[in-house]
């Protein structure tokens, strides 16, 4: 268990060839974890999460920063000697090895006593539920049984801090949603500080204690999945996180401060969490998720979009439609048995309270009053 | 044989219909067995009925069934047990020096450096020299004592120059056999570093492994397969080498250098001892197996143990 700290962490690819200088991988990360937390990085798939990773297990040098771990500078620190445990996408299981050997090998590497291994293998091999497969040799095995011992491989161990690189994309869905829980109650059991990368924004919202969002090797919000998702920093976080996503409209603001106008749709913005009054008269961009617009047949409720229906997807529990309102692709979740059929035109209203207020240049997120995380 | 026997043969019965269009496999896999047998069976058998037969070309009249007359000579000749030696000698001292060379290089090429592509091509030259060329390069240009490249460094560093081929025969045999081969192995042997998956690496140097010890857990198991390949198909070759022996040192000085292959191309052309000569054949595909044998209990063996270190 450990406090892993990451200042300024940056990573540039481009160092070999001075003539080739590429764009920095990964830039100015901060980041200071709790003892036993359970961090996630989440973004677009190129993002740089699996670079931040590979610094903190001292795969890879970082070229600017510096990583600490229990307030230790580990940047010279080779990888063999900073106690980490990584679980590979691939899971990178020894395929000469049998499960048991894969196990112990670490510990058999650090001279422990044989005894104790055979203790903390079938321990973990217990926890983990692969004890009847101690002795067969990974292609023996399928692909979830090859990831539990990928997760048994680390946590015999007992390191400092675990890494998992998309540990589940190899999964089918099923499975990976029993491993997600899996991994969290080994996290409670075990209180080992993990980062876990993943580019599935659901498996962030339902794992971790704080998310890392990144885009382009910059962190773009770091936040509770709560946070997240009532108050998200800029229109990438806002889009990101959530299914379906958010939806936008660019709408002008009115010289009161309160009327958005779009070319068809209109709204009235509150000024209850974020300040509005400096943007009068300016573009704004306007999120407001899914499942929080509702049809009406009012049309003259303040907050308003018109459409014609264009794609249904009755989910059962639900009904996804989408429209087209101002040049802006809509999506509404409607109850499960609303009877909407292609080509009707709809309206549909929300709550003020749930308007999301972006700058429409800069598109960050119109200053929030308080950084309230309430569960709505 | 009837058509639908054929038609059986290929069919994988997977599905009804496939019996009356399956591939004639065996009719069209005829020529090819047929052509092995000849090229292959007819030759062995010639020289086992050989072997059996006074057949000396100079005495042609003596023709006649010997029964084990010709294996008794061979076996009774220190030249026949001598070439033996020589054989084993040669194999095993080429096998561990291409082997452990070559491993030592594809690990060095298999890091990126500047020129890579270059140097490796350059390495792997002497595997595309033809083995009488190699012969000729080494006694002529290295190896020669007025001429080769060797004796004018060991002249210009104030040493006297050595005839290796006349003084240290079979070492300059054995040079020149392992100068050969070893592109051949390095080659092979990078190709299997190359398809090592990087993240094993990874995650053995997290689980706490030294160089060292990566090299002894993941690299040597992972060449296993590899490893076999090279020493089985070099130990075929060098126990078959002849080429390179003819253009240098032609089985000498005396018998220093006879290995069986020359034992047995001076039985049959210049003593014309037809016989004779297919009694060492036989004499050879059998030390052939026996080795092969060894060899595969021996890797197969030292496999295993890796893998459970
Ligand atoms: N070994 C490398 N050499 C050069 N560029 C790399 C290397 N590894 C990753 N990159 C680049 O760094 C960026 C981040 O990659 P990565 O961390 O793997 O992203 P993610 O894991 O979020 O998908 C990408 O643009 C990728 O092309
Ligand atoms: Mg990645």
């Given at each position: 268990?450990?406090?892993?700290?990451?200042?300024?962490?940056?990573?540039?690819?481009?160092?070999?060839?001075?003539?080739?200088?590429?764009?920095?991988?990964?830039?100015?990360?901060?980041?200071?974890?709790?003892?036993?937390?359970?961090?996630?990085?989440?973004?677009?798939?190129?993002?740089?999460?699996?670079?931040?990773?590979?610094?903190?297990?001292?795969?890879?040098?970082?070229?600017?920063?510096?990583?600490?771990?229990?307030?230790?500078?580990?940047?010279?620190?080779?990888?063999?000697?900073?106690?980490?445990?990584?679980?590979?996408?691939?899971?990178?299981?020894?395929?000469?090895?049998?499960?048991?050997?894969?196990?112990?090998?670490?510990?058999?590497?650090?001279?422990?006593?044989?005894?104790?291994?055979?203790?903390?293998?079938?321990?973990?091999?217990?926890?983990?539920?692969?004890?009847?497969?101690?002795?067969?040799?990974?292609?023996?095995?399928?692909?979830?049984?090859?990831?539990?011992?990928?997760?048994?491989?680390?946590?015999?161990?007992?390191?400092?801090?675990?890494?998992?690189?998309?540990?589940?994309?190899?999964?089918?869905?099923?499975?990976?949603?029993?491993?997600?829980?899996?991994?969290?109650?080994?996290?409670?059991?075990?209180?080992?500080?993990?980062?876990?990368?993943?580019?599935?924004?659901?498996?962030?919202?339902?794992?971790?204690?704080?998310?890392?969002?990144?885009?382009?090797?910059?962190?773009?919000?770091?936040?509770?999945?709560?946070?997240?998702?009532?108050?998200?920093?800029?229109?990438?976080?806002?889009?990101?996180?959530?299914?379906?996503?958010?939806?936008?409209?660019?709408?002008?603001?009115?010289?009161?401060?309160?009327?958005?106008?779009?070319?068809?749709?209109?709204?009235?913005?509150?000024?209850?969490?974020?300040?509005?009054?400096?943007?009068?008269?300016?573009?704004?961009?306007?999120?407001?998720?899914?499942?929080?617009?509702?049809?009406?047949?009012?049309?003259?409720?303040?907050?308003?979009?018109?459409?014609?229906?264009?794609?249904?997807?009755?989910?059962?529990?639900?009904?996804?439609?989408?429209?087209?309102?101002?040049?802006?692709?809509?999506?509404?979740?409607?109850?499960?048995?609303?009877?909407?059929?292609?080509?009707?035109?709809?309206?549909?209203?929300?709550?003020?309270?749930?308007?999301?207020?972006?700058?429409?240049?800069?598109?960050?997120?119109?200053?929030?009053?308080?950084?309230?995380?309430?569960?709505? | 044989?009837?058509?639908?026997?054929?038609?059986?043969?290929?069919?994988?019965?997977?599905?009804?219909?496939?019996?009356?269009?399956?591939?004639?496999?065996?009719?069209?896999?005829?020529?090819?067995?047929?052509?092995?047998?000849?090229?292959?069976?007819?030759?062995?058998?010639?020289?086992?009925?050989?072997?059996?037969?006074?057949?000396?070309?100079?005495?042609?009249?003596?023709?006649?069934?010997?029964?084990?007359?010709?294996?008794?000579?061979?076996?009774?000749?220190?030249?026949?047990?001598?070439?033996?030696?020589?054989?084993?000698?040669?194999?095993?001292?080429?096998?561990?020096?291409?082997?452990?060379?070559?491993?030592?290089?594809?690990?060095?090429?298999?890091?990126?450096?500047?020129?890579?592509?270059?140097?490796?091509?350059?390495?792997?030259?002497?595997f595309f020299v033809m083995p009488v060329v190699t012969g000729l390069l080494f006694k002529n240009m290295?190896?020669?004592?007025?001429?080769?490249?060797?004796?004018?460094?060991?002249?210009?560093?104030?040493?006297?120059?050595?005839?290796?081929?006349?003084?240290?025969?079979?070492?300059?045999?054995?040079?020149?056999?392992?100068?050969?081969?070893?592109?051949?192995?390095?080659?092979?042997?990078?190709?299997?570093?190359?398809?090592?998956?990087?993240?094993?690496?990874?995650?053995?140097?997290?689980?706490?492994?030294?160089?060292?010890?990566?090299?002894?857990?993941?690299?040597?198991?992972?060449?296993?397969?590899?490893?076999?390949?090279?020493?089985?198909?070099?130990?075929?070759?060098?126990?078959?080498?002849?080429?390179?022996?003819?253009?240098?040192?032609?089985?000498?000085?005396?018998?220093?250098?006879?290995?069986?292959?020359?034992?047995?191309?001076?039985?049959?052309?210049?003593?014309?001892?037809?016989?004779?000569?297919?009694?060492?054949?036989?004499?050879?595909?059998?030390?052939?197996?026996?080795?092969?044998?060894?060899?595969?209990?021996?890797?197969?063996?030292?496999?295993?143990?890796?893998?459970?270190?």
């Amino acid at each position: 268990m450990a406090v892993v700290e990451l200042k300024g962490v940056a990573k540039n690819y481009g160092g070999a060839h001075k003539n080739a200088k590429a764009a920095n991988a990964v830039e100015n990360f901060n980041l200071t974890t709790r003892d036993g937390e359970f961090i996630v990085l989440v973004g677009p798939s190129g993002c740089g999460k699996s670079t931040t990773m590979r610094m903190i297990a001292g795969l890879e040098a970082n070229t600017d920063g510096e990583i600490r771990i229990d307030g230790r500078d580990v940047s010279q620190v080779a990888a063999r000697d900073r106690d980490i445990a990584m679980v590979f996408q691939s899971y990178a299981l020894y395929p000469h090895m049998t499960v048991y050997d894969n196990m112990a090998f670490a510990l058999s590497l650090k001279k422990v006593p044989k005894p104790e291994i055979e203790q903390r293998v079938n321990d973990a091999a217990s926890i983990l539920d692969i004890t009847h497969l101690l002795d067969r040799k990974p292609r023996a095995l399928s692909g979830g049984q090859r990831q539990r011992v990928a997760l048994g491989r680390a946590i015999v161990r007992d390191p400092q801090v675990f890494l998992m690189d998309e540990p589940l994309s190899n999964l089918d869905a099923m499975l990976r949603v029993d491993m997600r829980a899996e991994i969290i109650k080994l996290h409670r059991k075990l209180g080992v500080t993990t980062f876990y990368v993943t580019h599935d924004q659901t498996e962030a919202m339902t794992m971790g204690e704080r998310i890392v969002v990144m885009r382009d090797g910059h962190i773009q919000q770091i936040d509770t999945p709560n946070a997240l998702y009532h108050a998200p920093n800029n229109v990438f976080v806002a889009g990101f996180i959530g299914t379906p996503s958010m939806n936008f409209l660019k709408m002008t603001l009115g010289g009161d401060g309160k009327t958005l106008t779009g070319q068809t749709a209109r709204m009235v913005a509150s000024s209850e969490r974020q300040s509005i009054e400096a943007h009068k008269g300016r573009d704004l961009m306007v999120g407001v998720r899914p499942e929080h617009l509702v049809l009406t047949t009012d049309e003259a409720a303040a907050n308003l979009i018109k459409g014609e229906i264009d794609v249904v997807e009755p989910l059962g529990s639900v009904t996804m439609v989408q429209l087209e309102v101002d040049g802006h692709r809509i999506t509404a979740q409607l109850e499960g048995d609303t009877s909407v059929r292609m080509g009707d035109a709809i309206m549909l209203t929300c709550d003020s309270a749930r308007l999301h207020l972006f700058d429409a240049e800069t598109e960050q997120a119109l200053p929030r009053h308080e950084h309230r995380t309430e569960t709505a | 044989m009837s058509n639908d026997a054929v038609a059986n043969a290929g069919d994988t019965a997977s599905h009804q219909g496939a019996k009356r269009h399956g591939p004639p496999v065996k009719r069209l896999m005829a020529p090819a067995v047929l052509f092995l047998m000849v090229w292959m069976i007819v030759p062995l058998a010639m020289t086992v009925y050989y072997a059996f037969e006074n057949y000396n070309l100079m005495m042609p009249t003596m023709r006649g069934f010997a029964g084990l007359g010709n294996f008794e000579i061979l076996l009774t000749d220190g030249t026949f047990w001598a070439a033996l030696g020589h054989t084993l000698t040669l194999v095993m001292a080429c096998l561990a020096i291409t082997v452990s060379l070559g491993l030592v290089l594809a690990l060095l090429f298999n890091k990126t450096f500047l020129g890579r592509g270059v140097a490796r091509t350059l390495a792997i030259s002497p595997f595309f020299v033809m083995p009488v060329v190699t012969g000729l390069l080494f006694k002529n240009m290295l190896l020669h004592p007025v001429y080769g490249i060797v004796s004018w460094a060991m002249r210009t560093l104030g040493f006297e120059p050595i005839d290796w081929f006349a003084h240290y025969p079979m070492f300059s045999v054995i040079l020149m056999i392992s100068w050969e081969w070893t592109p051949f192995a390095l080659l092979i042997l990078l190709t299997g570093l190359q398809s090592l998956p990087e993240d094993q690496i990874e995650a053995v140097r997290l689980d706490g492994a030294s160089r060292l010890q990566e090299f002894r857990h993941i690299v040597i198991p992972h060449l296993g397969q590899v490893l076999y390949v090279v020493v089985m198909l070099e130990s075929i070759f060098f126990l078959t080498s002849f080429a390179e022996i003819y253009a240098t040192t032609s089985g000498g000085p005396g018998t220093a250098t006879t290995n069986l292959p020359y034992y047995i191309y001076q039985n049959a052309f210049f003593q014309y001892d037809i016989g004779l000569s297919s009694a060492a054949a036989i004499a050879a595909v059998i030390l052939a197996n026996i080795f092969a044998f060894f060899l595969i209990r021996f890797v197969a063996g030292n496999l295993n143990a890796g893998g459970q270190r």
